[in-house]
Protein backbone atom coordinates (compact mmCIF):
# COMPACT_ATOMS: atom_id res chain seq x y z
CA UNK A 1 0.00 0.00 0.00
CA UNK A 2 1.44 2.81 -1.06
CA UNK A 3 0.90 6.42 1.47
CA UNK A 4 2.23 10.19 0.44
CA UNK A 5 2.15 13.03 2.50
CA UNK A 6 3.04 16.42 1.86
CA UNK A 7 4.12 19.07 4.11
CA UNK A 8 6.29 22.36 3.39
CA UNK A 9 3.40 24.43 2.46
CA UNK A 10 2.27 28.02 3.99
CA UNK A 11 1.92 31.67 3.27
CA UNK A 12 4.99 33.78 1.61
CA UNK A 13 5.33 36.77 -0.02
CA UNK A 14 6.12 37.36 -3.91
CA UNK A 15 9.89 36.57 -4.60
CA UNK A 16 10.41 34.28 -1.31
CA UNK A 17 11.27 30.58 -1.26
CA UNK A 18 9.27 27.23 -0.41
CA UNK A 19 10.56 24.08 0.09
CA UNK A 20 7.70 20.85 -0.21
CA UNK A 21 8.49 17.81 1.01
CA UNK A 22 6.29 14.32 0.72
CA UNK A 23 6.99 11.52 2.68
CA UNK A 24 5.85 7.81 1.05
CA UNK A 25 5.60 4.30 2.02
CA UNK A 26 5.91 1.36 -0.15
CA UNK A 27 8.40 -0.65 -1.56
CA UNK A 28 7.52 0.84 -5.11
CA UNK A 29 8.82 3.70 -3.80
CA UNK A 30 12.87 3.61 -5.55
CA UNK A 31 11.22 2.47 -8.67
CA UNK A 32 9.03 5.16 -9.27
CA UNK A 33 8.64 8.45 -11.33
CA UNK A 34 7.42 10.85 -8.79
CA UNK A 35 5.33 14.07 -9.52
CA UNK A 36 4.23 17.50 -8.17
CA UNK A 37 0.90 19.13 -9.70
CA UNK A 38 -0.61 22.16 -8.24
CA UNK A 39 -4.08 23.05 -8.71
CA UNK A 40 -5.30 26.58 -8.48
CA UNK A 41 -8.39 28.07 -7.59
CA UNK A 42 -11.39 26.97 -10.26
CA UNK A 43 -8.32 25.60 -12.10
CA UNK A 44 -7.51 21.91 -13.16
CA UNK A 45 -4.67 20.46 -11.68
CA UNK A 46 -1.68 20.68 -13.87
CA UNK A 47 2.15 19.12 -14.03
CA UNK A 48 4.60 21.17 -12.18
CA UNK A 49 7.40 18.91 -12.30
CA UNK A 50 8.68 15.17 -12.39
CA UNK A 51 11.66 13.22 -11.45
CA UNK A 52 12.61 9.31 -12.62
CA UNK A 53 13.89 6.59 -10.66
CA UNK A 54 16.82 7.38 -12.15
CA UNK A 55 17.05 11.23 -11.21
CA UNK A 56 15.99 12.59 -14.56
CA UNK A 57 13.87 15.54 -14.70
CA UNK A 58 11.01 17.52 -16.14
CA UNK A 59 9.83 21.19 -15.45
CA UNK A 60 6.45 22.90 -16.76
CA UNK A 61 7.80 26.00 -18.88
CA UNK A 62 5.83 27.96 -15.94
CA UNK A 63 8.55 26.86 -13.47
CA UNK A 64 11.79 26.82 -15.14
CA UNK A 65 14.08 28.11 -13.73
CA UNK A 66 12.60 28.51 -10.21
CA UNK A 67 11.72 25.32 -9.46
CA UNK A 68 13.71 22.43 -8.30
CA UNK A 69 12.61 18.97 -7.98
CA UNK A 70 14.20 16.10 -6.26
CA UNK A 71 14.28 12.82 -4.30
CA UNK A 72 16.34 10.69 -1.60
CA UNK A 73 14.99 7.21 -2.00
CA UNK A 74 16.69 6.25 1.20
CA UNK A 75 14.13 8.69 2.65
CA UNK A 76 11.40 8.01 0.24
CA UNK A 77 10.96 11.27 0.04
CA UNK A 78 10.78 13.53 -2.66
CA UNK A 79 10.84 17.99 -2.43
CA UNK A 80 9.86 20.91 -4.49
CA UNK A 81 11.91 23.79 -3.69
CA UNK A 82 10.30 26.54 -4.89
CA UNK A 83 12.39 30.07 -4.98
CA UNK A 84 10.95 33.58 -7.04
CA UNK A 85 7.60 32.88 -6.00
CA UNK A 86 4.71 34.75 -8.14
CA UNK A 87 1.50 35.21 -6.85
CA UNK A 88 0.11 32.80 -9.79
CA UNK A 89 2.11 29.98 -8.06
CA UNK A 90 -0.92 30.10 -5.60
CA UNK A 91 -2.17 26.78 -5.60
CA UNK A 92 -2.62 23.25 -3.99
CA UNK A 93 0.65 21.17 -4.45
CA UNK A 94 0.13 17.42 -5.09
CA UNK A 95 2.46 14.75 -4.71
CA UNK A 96 1.80 11.86 -6.97
CA UNK A 97 3.54 8.43 -7.84
CA UNK A 98 3.24 6.63 -10.90
CA UNK A 99 3.06 3.01 -10.06
CA UNK A 100 3.44 -0.28 -12.31
CA UNK A 101 0.37 -1.38 -15.04
CA UNK A 102 -0.70 2.60 -14.99
CA UNK A 103 -1.75 2.70 -10.98
CA UNK A 104 -1.18 6.71 -9.80
CA UNK A 105 -1.07 7.44 -5.94
CA UNK A 106 -1.40 10.91 -4.38
CA UNK A 107 -1.61 12.94 -1.89
CA UNK A 108 -4.04 15.21 0.40
CA UNK A 109 -2.15 18.04 -1.12
CA UNK A 110 -0.53 21.38 1.00
CA UNK A 111 -1.57 24.89 0.35
CA UNK A 112 1.02 27.32 -0.84
CA UNK A 113 -0.17 30.63 -1.03
CA UNK A 114 2.13 33.93 -2.37
CA UNK A 115 0.70 37.15 -1.22
CA UNK A 116 2.07 40.60 -2.87
Known amino acids: QVQLVESGGGLVQAGGSLRLSCVGSGSIFQFSTMNWYQQAPGKQRELVAS???????NYADSVKGRFTISRDNAKMAVYLQMNSLKLEDTAVYYC??????????WGRGTQVTVSS
Open 51 to 57: ITSGGST
Open 96 to 105: NLEGPFSTSY
